[in-house]
Structure formats: C-alpha cells, structure tokens
C-alpha cells in the first residue's frame, strides 16, 4: 500500500477497508484492554521532551476491532487525512509486534507488505511509563467542535 489521501466526508466503508481487522486471543474485553494500553506506549518519540505521540489505535466498530493510525480515524470523522508511506508502515510495524506479542491475531497479512524500520518507533517499557509524557493526537469517543 502506498500513501492515501482522503477527501472531506470519504465513505467509512472505504476508509475501515484500509484498516487492518484482528481479533483477541484472550477475548474481546480483556484483549482490547491490554490492546489499548499497549498501544499508548508505541509511537514518535521526541526524547528532548520525554514525550511520545501514540501512532496507533485500536478501534472497534460494528462487532469488529481494526489497529489503524490516527490519521485514518480522522479520516473516518469525515476530516481530510493524508497518510503516508511512513505512517502506514509504523502502523504495520506495530501489528507485527502485537501479533508476536500474542496480544492480536490479524484477518489477514496484508500488513506485513509494507513495514517501517523498527528505528521508526518507540516503545516504551510498562515500567518507564511514568517517566515519559503520553500524548494521543486523536481521543476515540470525543467529538471536538
């Protein structure tokens, strides 16, 4: 997959296509849980600030959980969002990892086509966490006016 670029109002069918769907090995609940939390310690580091900006989330729509980057649930908001290679690949990346982890199954491979360099992202340990900022650029569940 290459970089995409939604336009104001893409169809939601459109955009969940590009997400990658999984399931939980431990069951819904608990595995989106542990999902969640993982996922607020994977992302862009700024090491001068200690803070690190969350890539992905994990997103659940009509009984099905996709890992997708911010970026697209903007664009599922009907907001203009441009993706880009390197984006899509941190993503990858990131569903790489919580499948080794035993934390997700994928749907399907197709993230393993596109994957960034590890180097491209940070993962902060359970036991630093508090030693870091957390930053989400996107809140699941608030709507901003």
Not at 77 to 105: H, P
Request: hydrophobic residues 35%; glycine residues 6%; aromatic residues 12%.
């Amino acid at each position: 997959m290459s970089g995409i670029e939604y336009a104001l109002n893409t169809d939601s069918s459109e955009v969940l296509s590009n997400m990658i769907q999984v399931t939980f090995p431990e069951g819904d609940e608990e595995g989106f849980r542990k999902t969640k939390e993982t996922l607020e310690r994977m992302g862009v580091a700024s090491n001068q600030a200690s803070t690190l900006y969350q890539s992905a989330h994990v997103f659940h729509k009509r009984d099905k959980y996709y890992i997708c980057h911010f970026k697209e649930l903007f664009a599922l908001d009907g907001k203009r969002a441009e993706i880009s290679d390197d984006d899509f690949g941190r993503r990858n990346l990131i569903v790489k990892y919580l499948t080794e982890w035993g934390l997700i199954r994928p749907i399907s491979d197709a993230y393993k086509s596109q994957l960034a360099h590890p180097s491209k992202l940070k993962i902060i340990k359970y036991s630093d966490r508090e030693k870091w900022n957390l930053e989400s650029k996107y809140s699941i569940g608030v709507k901003k006016f």
